[in-house]
């Protein structure tokens, strides 16, 4: 199984989606990187992302969201009830599988040194990639937030960087990268509006105040709702459990005369977790976790071909979606979709030829060229659905009320934007079918068919990407963008001759 790192960045934003889209959109641009959730809270005024990604490619995501945030977030005008020091607040490396603890301490070293050199933005590190013993604490570095820091970070040595120079950076602040196990973010809402007493149950509760181990806590107001909250969060809920918390803070509120709102999770949590939860209050004997239905058909269905679906049962429901009158998914995904075949055909026709005996001299060429593809194919699979989310988003432009004046303009954007999409597609196809056609002539001749194939599939997706092109170009008034995807397209067409 391919080796996962979970990061969940913070963000101080959380208030524009369209900001948080960006980052987003940035961010999963990389190869192998996918978005798993994404929260936004306004009182807050702070965004959480999960991704999951290789351990080569997920520090790059990172940084490239890293650099759309400081374009967006001026932390000089920044208000809300989270503490923070930076656009790109904190930014955690967490080992999901086939990575340790001490792997993700040198992607964050590497992320943290490359964000201060790229955007001389500062650098604290933490947790378990600390190195001082007082900033494994994330509250020790973040105290007095960026006002304090913006004024001592130049003056007192304690709050000098681990990289960069000593100056924050005057909009985008200061980040902190670190490394640590899954936690779980999880914010008690209490049925006053009394902060006060929100306070007083996060310093019993928390550990630095001699609460409860691996607990962080805070007391806020969310002013949206007029509501107190415990923010809290969870360093080690194996040993801390929800449930113990959850108790706990009920426990203290009923002493200030109050009680539990409700609660939420910021974030995703562990499986365990919850079952850790439902054991607890249903006092179920003898629990264990195959007793859950999910755990046993995973179990079940990882022993062998014969409990797996079989390849056509997997792609029927998209088949299905296709063939019905819903015009998504339409020509574009499924010029996307060919496209990623076409790159997978290849891919596997390189790895079956490097390991004969006879081609091990271009083991080099191989090597660059899997790697290509493989970056090729998944951006193509992610152009499937970002083909329908176009088509969505021209027509709720036309839906617009015909006097508006934001009609116009809301078509021409989403028409360019649905050029813009299968642009890409032809883009990422056509680089991946002269990497197929590159390797031709050193493929094994048991897999030559499947490589044809291959390359027949993206000429189709490319192909079809143009004719999408073609059919969004006719409504686009502007002509240095109807010229600029001109050229694109007989460039493109040329290949294909």
């Known amino acids: 199984m391919n080796p996962l790192v979970e990061c969940v960045p913070n963000f101080s ?67 809300g009830e989270h503490p923070r020091i930076g656009a790109a607040d904190v930014i955690p490396f967490v080992p999901i599988r086939g990575v340790s603890l001490d792997d993700c301490v040198e992607i964050a070293k590497t992320v943290g040194r490359e964000i201060s050199i790229r955007f001389k933005i500062p650098v604290y590190l933490y947790e378990a990639a600390a190195m001082r013993p007082e900033r494994r604490n ?24 681990d990289f960069g120079e000593p100056k924050l950076h005057p909009t985008a602040g200061a980040t ?25 149950i996060a310093k019993r509760v928390r550990f630095s105040s001699g609460g409860l181990p691996f607990v962080k806590a805070m007391g806020v107001l969310l002013k949206d709702r007029n509501q107190a909250q415990v923010s809290m969060n969870l360093t080690d809920y194996e040993q801390t459990p929800v449930e113990l918390v959850y108790e706990t803070v009920g426990t203290e509120a009923e ?16 499986q365990k977790a919850i079952e850790q939860a439902f054991e607890f209050y249903l006092r179920v004997e003898k629990f264990n976790p195959e007793m859950i239905l999910e755990n046993r058909l995973a179990e079940v ?94 027509m709720a432009a036309y839906k617009l009320a015909k006097d508006s004046p934001e009609r116009e303009r809301a078509i021409q954007e989403g028409l360019i934007h649905a050029t813009e999409i299968p642009a890409r597609t032809a883009k990422s196809a056509a680089e991946a079918l002269r990497i197929c056609d590159e390797v031709r002539s050193i493929i094994h001749s048991n897999v030559a068919s499947d490589l044809q194939v291959g390359i027949q599939m993206l000429q189709s997706s490319v192909r079809g990407a143009v004719a999408n092109m073609r059919t969004n170009l006719t409504g686009i008034k502007d002509a240095g963008m109807r010229n600029r995807y001109e050229n694109m397209i007989l460039s493109w067409e040329q290949i294909l001759k």
């Not at 936004?40 to 351990?55: F, Q």
């Not at 499924?334 to 026709?349: D, E, R």
Request: proline residues 5%; charged residues 25%.
């Open 13 to 79: 934003e959380g208030r524009r989606i369209e900001v948080l889209d960006a980052i987003v959109n940035a961010m999963t641009s990389v190869p192998h990187v996918y978005p798993l959730g994404r929260e936004m809270d306004p009182d807050h005024n702070r965004a959480v992302v999960t991704l999951v990604g290789s351990p080569e490619t997920i520090g790059e995501a990172v940084i490239r969201g890293v650099e759309i945030a400081i374009r967006h977030i001026d932390l000089a005008t920044h208000r």
């Open 138 to 161: 994330l509250e020790n570095i973040r105290r007095g937030q960026f006002e304090a820091l913006r004024n001592e970070i130049s003056t007192n040595p304690d709050r000098y960087p």
């Open 176 to 200: 902190v990268v670190g490394a640590r196990k899954p936690l779980i973010a999880y914010n008690i809402n209490l049925n006053t509006s009394d902060v006060s007493i929100a306070k007083e």
């Open 255 to 270: 002493r200030y005369g109050v009680s539990i709102a409700g609660s939420e999770i910021i974030g995703l949590i562990p």
């Open 301 to 394: 269905m990882s022993h062998g071909p014969a409990q797996t679906s079989s390849m056509a049962d997997m792609l029927r429901g998209f088949v299905d979606r296709v063939a019905s009158a819903e015009p998504t998914p339409g020509g574009g995904s499924v010029a996307a979709v060919a496209g990623a075949l076409g790159a997978a055909l290849g891919q596997m026709a390189i790895r079956i030829t490097k390991e004969k005996k006879n081609y091990q001299q271009h083991a080099g060429r191989y090597a660059e060229a899997l790697d290509r593809l493989s970056g090729h194919s998944s951006d193509l699979l992610r152009l499937v659905d970002r083909d329908s989310e176009a088509y969505e988003r021209v």
